[in-house]
């Protein structure tokens, strides 16, 4: 009976372990995810055309196609789309206090005068 409650408590501890391990993991995409979506956000303020979006978005699902979908490579496409979105020049293009006040805007410990 104790050895049964040995093996109990070990696999208990297996499965918290890969728990964890999902939660650290959800918690990266869910991050790479606010990146995307604030960097889509941004570009569409600076009315970025849909087809632009969708050459970028096409690229990106070119760039990583793989024969074995799985959460690495769900992974790897949020993280391909977040740097083709950041080197889009349209956002390199704006004007530098646009790109302040927007940063300032963003975060709401900075206080602009």
């Not at 049964?4 to 297996?14: F, G, N, W």
């Not at 650290?24 to 960097?39: F, I």
């Not at 646009?98 to 300032?104: E, F, G, K, L, T």
């Given at each position: 009976?104790?050895?049964?409650?040995?093996?109990?408590?070990?696999?208990?501890?297996?499965e918290l372990q890969m728990l964890e391990?999902?939660?650290?993991?959800?918690?990266?995409?869910?991050?790479?995810?606010?990146?995307?979506?604030?960097?889509?956000?941004?570009?569409?303020?600076?009315?970025?055309?849909?087809?632009?979006?969708?050459?970028?978005?096409?690229?990106?699902?070119?760039?990583?196609?793989?024969?074995?979908?799985?959460?690495?490579?769900?992974?790897?496409?949020?993280?391909?789309?977040?740097?083709?979105?950041?080197?889009?020049?349209?956002?390199h293009k704006q004007p530098l206090e646009?790109?302040?006040?927007?940063?300032?805007l963003n975060n709401p410990l900075v206080?602009?005068?």
């Open positions: 009976e104790l050895q049964q409650k040995v093996e109990e408590t070990e696999l208990l501890k297996m391990t999902e939660r650290v993991r959800l918690s990266l995409v869910e991050e790479k995810l606010m990146d995307v979506l604030q960097l889509l956000q941004q570009l569409r303020d600076l009315n970025i055309s849909k087809r632009a979006l969708g050459k970028i978005l096409l690229s990106t699902l070119e760039s990583c196609h793989d024969p074995q979908p799985g959460k690495a490579q769900l992974f790897e496409v949020l993280d391909t789309l977040q740097q083709e979105l950041a080197a889009c020049e349209v956002l646009q790109a302040q006040s927007r940063r300032a206080i602009s005068c």
